[in-house]
């Protein structure tokens, strides 16, 4: 048939064979940078752009939207993310709970932090003295046995740098204007024993005499055991 409509189906089919057959070589072929396959609808792309094109525009994951949707709209799953979160923030709350950030400044005429470590079983640096005459000791901030969990340099107001824990390493002079922040761990408060809050309830009446008083009752109303006036009189 010489017709064009003919021709042109002669020249559809042909396309078609043309374009079967590159996909079956890039199928066939052993490397996968010749081919993308979507792995959603698993159709065969020659070229990058048209794959991705491909996945921006036209072959969308329905199962994965709404599953976003749900996420976003279901409110029981909103409340559940959002207990978790809290649980979440209170568990990290709990674990800094003995954690005290501390501040040093050089004072007028103190330049020596003073604090001197030791280390113990576990690799921890405890503060183990405090130096009347230094920073440390004029804070008033600061503890023996207190365990040393980081510490590091400000100046202006931006952390300058970061200081290595060591036995020595807040022995030096602090620069006049840098700011030395160390963060603390206080150690575990003893267990009470048993029964000790319960007997804590219970408050006992003090009776407190001046010098004077003890005196004159001694004197006047007791002597050697002996009564010399009645306890109204007294």
Not at 71 to 87: D, K, N
Not at 93 to 113: E, Q, W
Not at 156 to 162: A, E, F, I, P, T
Not at 198 to 216: A, D, S, T, V
Request: aromatic share 8%; proline share 3%.
């Amino acid at each position: 048939c010489c017709s064009p409509a003919c021709k042109k189906s002669e020249l559809k089919a042909a396309d078609r064979a043309l374009r079967v057959k590159m996909k079956l070589e890039i199928a066939k072929s052993q490397n996968d940078d010749d081919a993308f396959r979507c792995p959603r609808c698993h159709e065969l792309f020659i070229r990058s752009g048209w794959y991705l094109k491909h996945r921006g525009s036209y072959c969308k994951d329905i199962a994965g939207e709404r599953e976003d949707r749900h996420r976003r709209r279901h409110v029981p799953t909103m409340i559940a993310a959002q207990e978790a979160l809290i649980l979440s923030n209170y568990q990290e709350r709990i674990l800094n709970l003995r954690l005290i950030t501390v501040k040093f400044k050089r004072i007028a005429g103190v330049h020596d932090v003073g604090i001197k470590l030791k280390k113990g079983d576990n690799g921890q640096f405890r503060v183990s003295s405090i130096d009347e005459a230094g920073i440390a000791f004029q804070s008033a901030q600061v503890d023996v046995n207190w365990v040393v969990d980081s510490a590091h340099i400000e100046v202006g107001g931006l952390k300058s740098r970061d200081i290595t824990i060591a036995l020595n390493c807040f022995e030096s002079t602090l620069p006049a204007s840098s700011v030395l922040v160390v963060v603390f761990r206080i150690p575990a408060p003893r267990v009470p024993y048993h029964g000790s809050c319960r007997k804590g309830l219970h408050k006992g009446i003090k009776f407190l005499y001046h010098k004077e008083q003890i005196e004159w009752l001694e004197n006047s109303v007791f002597v050697e055991g002996q009564k010399r006036l009645r306890d109204k009189d007294a």
